[in-house]
């Protein structure tokens, strides 16, 4: 009799300084493993490493906010039909968890700090030749101002945040009473929210509006200013293309293999993923090009623009298949989620958390609109929304409009009255141009009409 080959484990053993959930696996086909997070071999009423219900690695803060260093021995086996079983094998790991008023940083590129607090959301420092700048402030709550001050030295500095969400301006407070603090509109109730229910020290009233067109001029960075509303209605994100350096605090998710991270768009900030998908499309054709890696606010590493891709296929699954796309979340654990990629192997997968109902704004089969409309050789106005029907282009050449169906699987789109493909481009002279969507039920039509002058 053949046996069961050995599981592994990933993360490999090693020390971490927040929660792991750790992915076993077999090589064998149908293999069952059970496993122990106290060292004992397991038994058949040991617990089985499901592919949505993975063993936990918790990092612990006590009452005090000190960190406590949890040493967990994982013990698994693995059996298979008509297989001996395993061999018992054993993984050691370590959560160290740093206190809650304790920063750590690294300068991951020339000018370019990324700060990490106890639960290891990233903020970044940005030292110019002229200006410093601070995005985001973190979930701990220790002296931040100090730490970045440190940094920073005699630099005149502003403070940005990408938006409103309590990871992210925890220590925002700190800097409002000598330093510039640009957060979005948007996001400010949201902010205030939380400002009451935890009890952050912030004056939301000191808070200068962000909007995109906004430049920030460090001397020798330069770094545009573009919405990406989705994951909350205000979150902004920060170009530099001279560098190919996006900061994007949670706009575009995080895909962290082994926490795991993903975009979370089920909450109640969040947008309806098909008005996620006409953002990503807007900002898309902005950046894309202009940038080689994106600093998020919970990877450790920067993710290139093929992310990008992944992730926006994951809001087009979502948008087609609605329910059907959707699989139990690893985190939150009882959530659901879209996920495109190998999570352990695709340093490119990308998922998106959403409610289990209701994440669209309305079924996918009655969807009858555009999720963008690409200008070329002109420009656009107002700027595009699926449910706004009439724009002008002022053309500064030969103009080549591009419509991009918000559902592709059935919903019928023509221009001029003629069949038209999502995603090809249609070339137009002066005049006026009709784009009609039909949803795949037949029940619901858009009509867009752009006068080209």
Same mark, same amino acid.
């Given at each position: 009799m053949r046996t069961t080959a050995t599981p592994t484990?990933?993360?490999?053993?090693?020390?971490?300084?927040?929660?792991?959930?750790?992915?076993?696996?077999?090589?064998?086909?149908?293999?069952?493993?059970r496993y122990t997070l106290d060292g004992t071999p397991p038994t058949a009423q040991s617990p089985v490493c499901e592919p949505h219900d993975l063993p936990m690695l918790a990092a612990v803060n006590d009452a005090t906010g000190k960190g406590v260093r949890s040493c967990y021995t994982?013990?698994?086996?693995?059996?298979?039909?008509?297989?001996?079983?395993?061999?018992?094998?054993?993984?050691?790991?370590?959560?160290?968890?740093?206190?809650?008023?304790?920063?750590?940083?690294?300068?991951?590129?020339?000018?370019?700090?990324? $700060?990490?607090?106890?639960?290891?959301?990233?903020?970044?420092?940005?030292?110019?030749r002229e200006r410093a700048l601070l995005i985001d402030a973190g979930l701990g709550n220790g002296q931040l101002r100090t730490f970045v001050n440190d940094l920073v030295g005699d630099l005149p500095m502003s403070v940005f945040i990408t938006h409103g969400h309590p990871d992210h301006i925890a220590a925002m407070g700190q800097f409002e009473?000598?330093?510039?603090?640009?957060?979005?509109?948007?996001?400010?109730?949201?902010?205030?929210?939380?400002?009451?229910?935890?009890?952050?020290?912030?004056?939301?009233?000191?808070?200068?509006?962000?909007?995109?067109?906004?430049?920030?001029?460090?001397?020798?960075?330069?770094?545009?200013?573009?919405?990406?509303?989705?994951?909350?209605?205000g979150s902004m994100i920060l170009l530099d293309a001279t560098r190919g350096v996006i900061i994007a605090g949670d706009a575009f998710g995080s895909n962290t293999p082994t926490i795991p991270h993903a975009l979370w768009m089920q909450i109640p900030s969040a947008s309806p993923i098909d008005h996620y998908l006409t953002a990503l499309y807007a900002v898309r054709a902005h950046i894309d090009g202009r940038y080689d890696r994106i600093y998020g606010g919970h990877n450790d590493t920067p993710l290139p623009p093929a992310y990008l891709d992944t992730l926006q296929a994951?809001?087009?699954?979502?948008?087609?298949?609605?329910?059907a796309a959707?699989?139990?979340?690893?985190?939150?654990?009882?959530?659901?989620?879209?996920?495109?990629?190998?999570?352990?192997?695709?340093?490119?997968?990308?998922?998106?958390?959403?409610?289990?109902?209701?994440?669209?704004?309305?079924?996918?089969?009655?969807?009858?609109?555009?999720?963008?409309?690409?200008?070329?050789?002109?420009?656009?106005?107002?700027?595009?929304?699926?449910?706004?029907?009439?724009?002008?282009?002022?053309?500064?050449?030969?103009?080549?409009?591009?419509?991009?169906?918000?559902?592709?699987?059935?919903?019928?789109?023509?221009?001029?009255?003629?069949p038209h493909r999502s995603g090809e481009p249609y070339a137009v002279a002066t005049g006026a141009v009709v $784009?009609?969507?039909?949803?795949?039920?037949?029940?619901?039509?858009?009509?867009?009409?752009?006068?080209?002058?």
């Open positions: 484990a990933f993360p490999a053993p090693g020390t971490f300084a927040v929660a792991q959930q750790v992915t076993l696996l077999c090589d064998t086909p149908g293999a069952v493993i994982l013990t698994a086996q693995a059996t298979a039909p008509e297989h001996a079983p395993s061999a018992v094998v054993t993984f050691d790991y370590v959560i160290d968890r740093r206190d809650t008023d304790v920063y750590v940083s690294t300068e991951v590129e020339p000018g370019l700090w990324m $700060i990490k607090d106890y639960d290891d959301t990233k903020m970044y420092l940005i030292k110019g009473d000598a330093y510039d603090v640009y957060m979005s509109h948007h996001d400010l109730a949201m902010a205030h929210s939380f400002k009451e229910r935890l009890g952050y020290q912030l004056d939301l009233s000191a808070i200068i509006d962000v909007h995109e067109g906004m430049v920030f001029d460090l001397g020798d960075w330069h770094l545009e200013v573009y919405q990406v509303p989705g994951h909350s209605q994951v809001v087009q699954r979502l948008v087609d298949e609605e329910q959707l699989s139990p979340s690893l985190r939150p654990r009882g959530g659901w989620w879209a996920q495109v990629g190998d999570r352990v192997r695709d340093p490119h997968w990308a998922a998106i958390n959403v409610p289990r109902e209701g994440f669209l704004s309305a079924p996918s089969r009655q969807l009858a609109t555009l999720a963008y409309l690409s200008v070329h050789g002109g420009t656009l106005s107002p700027r595009f929304l699926p449910t706004t029907g009439e724009y002008t282009v002022q053309a500064r050449g030969a103009v080549v409009l591009t419509p991009y169906v918000t559902m592709t699987a059935g919903a019928c789109v023509t221009i001029n009255g003629v $784009i009609q969507v039909v949803a795949a039920d037949g029940t619901t039509t858009q009509v867009y009409r752009i006068v080209v002058e």
